[in-house]
Antibody, heavy 118, light 110 residues
């Protein structure tokens, strides 16, 4: 079965850190770029970060640049999002999603919830 | 304020055809292909249309997409109650070096 499974979400105080993980199975992870997309409560989708299949290209939304770091381990079929200096506005469901070149994000995880609150 | 502009809501009765528009600019829709996602509340988004007009395996042919210049459209024909969901357009933006999404359109089946 093709799937992505996120973990690592939780409640954290402003200024704190969290590391999200996303484990892939059922497809050739090495061929896919990986993305993190978040959705604040009652809001739309917001792209957070992407990493290419060969680690060559890494991109961040301006809202997280300098605070979040995306990484992947192709040997473990996993992608990660290290989130530092968290703010209340980072509160959201975080989805990992996979895409091949010239295609949309065709595989999505179920999401993991991050709540930043004192 | 989203980079891509969609109407916040749309509606139709069962069997009708509805369209959802998505407006962008030369750096996103004008330069790259458009993807559409369907999100039923409480669930993860699902890829509905990719490369402007292609459907992933399993997506009914009632769903179709098109693109012209810096705008795109999603059409749903033979509307069904299970089509009630939020729909998002998305494209890569060459100026921002980022994926950009529309604000989403909530489709109500009356």
């Amino acid at each position: 079965e093709v799937q992505l499974v996120e973990s690592g979400g939780g409640l954290v105080k402003p200024g704190g850190s969290l590391r999200l993980s996303c484990a892939a199975s059922g497809f050739n992870f090495n061929f896919y770029s990986m993305n993190w997309v978040r959705q604040a409560p009652g809001k739309g989708l917001e792209w957070v970060s992407s990493i290419s299949s060969s680690y060559t290209y890494i991109y961040y939304a301006d809202s997280v640049k300098g605070r979040f770091t995306i990484s992947r381990d192709n040997a473990k079929n996993s992608v990660y999002l290290q989130m530092n200096s968290l703010r209340a506005e980072d509160t959201a469901v975080y989805y990992c999603a996979a895409n091949r070149p010239l295609m949309g994000m065709e595989v999505w995880g179920q999401g993991t919830t991050v709540t930043v609150s004192s | 304020q989203s980079v891509l502009t969609q109407p916040p809501s749309a509606s139709g009765t069962p069997g009708q055809r509805v369209t959802i528009s998505c407006s962008g600019s030369s750096s996103n829709i004008g330069s790259n292909t458009v993807n559409w996602y369907q999100q039923i509340p409480g669930t993860a988004p699902k890829l509905l249309i990719y490369s402007n007009s292609l459907r992933p395996s399993g997506v009914p042919d009632r769903f179709s997409g098109s693109k012209s210049a810096t705008s795109a459209s999603l059409a749903i024909s033979g509307l069904q109650s299970e089509d009630e969901a939020d729909y998002y357009c998305s494209a890569w933006d060459d100026s921002l070096n980022s994926w950009v999404f529309g604000g989403g359109t909530k489709l109500t089946v009356l």
